[in-house]
């Protein structure tokens, strides 16, 4: 590793990838630099980096990050941004959660939605986690349909945490804003469902909420 210091810009980060390049101050071609030279701390695109040049496994040329104290800082508060934003969606699921038992408990819905929504979730979460695993690897990757079909289906919980915990496709704009959207067409479907027009409906095809009800 070379021991002079060289400042560029982060102009490129792939989050579900795990790396991205920095432009160095000046001339020079775009460097590569991993999430590992990170140490923990939140990369953001357009910050501001100080390096050393160093070379990875196979040999090729990369950045070794110097990370200033305001620079750790200024991390640390992202993290906390972050851990705010889960805990968010986690009280979002919960109160999806505790809507459904209620509307069970009250013969609104059948009790199995519960359990729909649950495995939902879980599958969803898997698939996230699945397709972050073969991105940074470099294999197979699920579809961004298949991931929002899964959501749309109901498994938008696992989805918004898995985006989060994992902080995976959580820096694509276009992918956040669809997946907002499956949320929004869930919980207008789950409150249509309960309106009366909704219960007539369940009626007429044959969903009995109170067989399923404790």
Not at 40 to 59: C, E, I, N, T
Not at 98 to 110: D, E, N, Y
Not at 133 to 155: D, F, P, T, V
Request: net charge positive; with cysteine; aromatic share 10%.
């Amino acid at each position: 590793m070379s021991s002079k210091i060289f400042t560029g810009t982060l102009s490129q980060w792939h989050d579900d990838k795990g790396y991205g390049f920095i432009k160095p101050n000046g001339s020079g071609a775009e460097l590569f630099v991993h999430i590992s030279s990170f140490r923990g701390h939140v990369p953001q695109k357009g910050q501001a980096l100080k390096y050393h040049l160093s070379q990875d496994r196979q040999g090729r040329p990369c950045a070794e990050l110097i990370l200033s104290k305001a620079r750790r800082t200024s991390n640390k508060t992202s993290a906390s941004k972050l851990g705010i934003n889960f805990a968010l969606r986690l009280l979002l699921t919960a109160a999806l959660f505790i809507g459904l038992f209620f509307a069970a408990a009250m013969q609104r819905l059948p009790m199995a939605s519960l359990l729909y929504f649950a495995v939902l979730s879980l599958i969803t979460y898997m698939a996230f986690a699945i397709d972050k695993s073969a991105a940074q690897k470099g294999n197979w990757r699920i579809q961004e349909s298949s991931l929002h079909l899964l959501s749309l289906l109901g498994g938008w919980p696992g989805a918004m945490l898995g985006q989060q915990h994992l902080r995976h496709k959580s820096s694509k704009r276009s992918f956040r804003v669809i997946l907002w959207l499956t949320v929004f067409i869930n919980v207008s479907l789950l409150g249509a469902l309960m309106s009366p027009q909704g219960q007539a409906l369940l009626t007429q095809l044959g969903v009995n909420s109170s067989r399923f009800a404790p």
